[in-house]
């Protein structure tokens, strides 16, 4: 650590007591994507006192109102402008111990947001910006988690939001135009064995979010099930069939389609004429998720023809294949080194995760780096999920990113200009990005049938 390290640390230290209440609180408050309303303005609250003028997400023009804000941190020099997220979203996991309302940050990421307040702090202090250059957007985010499809689409309906996913209903309200590169950190749990606070793999999986209703007709289960089309039994077999379709799933597309049923709405005693299912088609690149989503929908289309009943399918685009910038990646992992030495850091320049972020359609159109602060023990997405050592989530996660922020724009920004320079991005600008999602959305009876009881079958997304 240098002497200009050491700075940024005390920074950082002078907040603790901040920083672990916001932790505290956060987790005592969790609410699930784009109803963050009690995080959204405790936090605003917060950087107000700090003297911050937030920009509110839902407040601006054109746009419905939804949680999440954004702060500029002007060097008052012309530079690169670098993003910080931090995710404002929880969980529905109604058996965690300590859940609230049925809800849990059982993926830490009030810890996030907890640590992005904390650097908002410290930016504050009269040498944070010395030497640099260019702007730092700490960005307050919602609804990274993927959930509610039903209450996401009703919101699609009514207009207050375009995208499931907040980072790219963000990126819709223009919050990311004008930024050059991006950092986030998540929380992670450093496993038996594995003494690492900070670690960081190449990317990880994209994904498409889907709604399958399957569509019968109710009579009485004892009585007359005969004049019944069972929807449960449909669905049920159109997850057989989907999982008979697994091993056609090329291994290198790192296919996931992990569907939930969203249960039945009425008594034992009456053959369930709906039955929703929930799920995701993961994969390695949008290509394959395409591919293997058409798969996935004939199947469920096959499965309400054998029954007699109908399925409505409604595809949407969840998030991008998520790449880490390598030469951005060697930064961060030098910043995290420096911070706590190296044998307590571990970057995996090869390693692909199956989960997603929303932090993958950000990577699509600027460099950018997701890496993970160790602190938490359990299972993330898990009823034991606990963040027990919020020093190393929270403190550590500020002090690597004020490194990095340092690392990035100071010498005239000039680590930043290279990396962005040299950065082929997969979309040449968000706008071309988002056109290409919209292509996802699908809406389709896919199973008509007609007075002679023949069928009609429309399952494909024929838009290009
Ligand atoms: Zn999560
Ligand atoms: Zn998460």
């Known amino acids: 650590m240098n002497e200009r390290q050491t700075t940024l640390v005390n920074n950082a230290d002078k907040y603790r007591q901040m920083v672990l209440e916001a932790e505290r609180w956060l987790w005592k408050h969790p609410q699930t994507g784009y109803t963050e309303w009690e995080a959204h303005n405790y936090l605003v609250e917060k950087y107000q006192e700090l ?19 954004y702060v500029d941190v002007n060097t008052g020099r012309e530079g690169p402008v670098l993003a910080v997220f931090g995710e404002l979203d929880a969980l529905d996991i109604a058996n965690h111990p300590e859940s609230v309302n049925g809800m849990t940050h059982c993926c830490g990421h009030h810890a996030q947001s907890a640590a992005l307040l904390g650097l908002a702090a410290a930016l504050k202090e009269e040498n944070a910006l010395d030497g640099l250059c260019g702007t730092i957007r700490l960005i307050a985010v919602p609804a990274e988690e993927m959930i509610q499809l039903n209450f996401r689409e009703e919101l699609r309906q009514k207009g207050v939001i375009k995208y499931l996913g907040g980072k790219t209903e963000f990126m819709h309200r223009g919050i990311l135009d004008g930024v050059d590169l991006a950092i986030m950190v998540h929380g992670t749990a450093a496993g038996e064995g594995e003494p690492y606070d900070f670690e960081c793999g190449y990317g990880n999986n994209g994904c498409m979010a889907k709604t399958i209703r ?20 449909a669905a049920m077999l159109g997850l057989q069939a989907v999982n008979d379709l697994r091993e056609t799933f ?196 896919a199973v008509v049938y007609d007075a002679n009881g023949n069928v009609t079958v429309d399952f494909q997304n024929t838009v290009e």
């Open 51 to 69: 003297g911050y003028e937030p920009v509110l997400a839902g407040k601006i023009d054109g746009f419905g109102d939804i949680p999440g804000f």
């Open 214 to 233: 399957f569509k019968g007709k109710s009579s009485h289960a004892g009585g007359a099930p005969h004049l019944g089309i069972n929807a449960q039994y």
């Open 250 to 445: 090329p291994d290198q597309d790192t296919i996931r389609f992990h569907p939930i049923m969203m249960g039945v709405n009425c008594a034992v005693n009456i053959i369930p004429d709906e039955m929703k299912i929930e799920s995701y088609v993961r994969g390695k690149t949008l290509t394959a998720i395409k591919r293997e989503n058409t798969k996935v929908n004939r199947a469920m289309a096959g499965a309400a023809l054998a029954i007699g009943a109908g399925v409505e399918l409604r595809d949407r685009p969840g998030y991008a294949p998520e790449h880490h910038d390598k030469e951005f990646m060697k930064l961060v992992e030098s910043c995290c080194s420096d911070l706590v030495g190296e044998a307590r850091v571990r970057f995996d320049y090869e390693d692909w995760g199956t989960g997603s972020s929303d932090f993958g359609d950000i990577t699509c159109v600027m460099p950018g780096v997701q890496f993970n602060a160790a602190g938490a023990t359990g299972t993330f997405h898990g009823i034991d999920f606990d963040p027990s050592d919020p020093e190393r989530l929270c403190m550590n996660s500020i002090k690597a990113q004020l490194f990095v922020i340092d690392a990035l724009l100071s010498d005239e920004g000039s680590a930043a200009k290279k990396i962005v320079a040299a950065y082929e991005p997969e979309y040449p600008s968000v706008k071309a990005y988002l056109a290409a999602i919209d292509t996802m959305v699908l809406d389709k009876d």
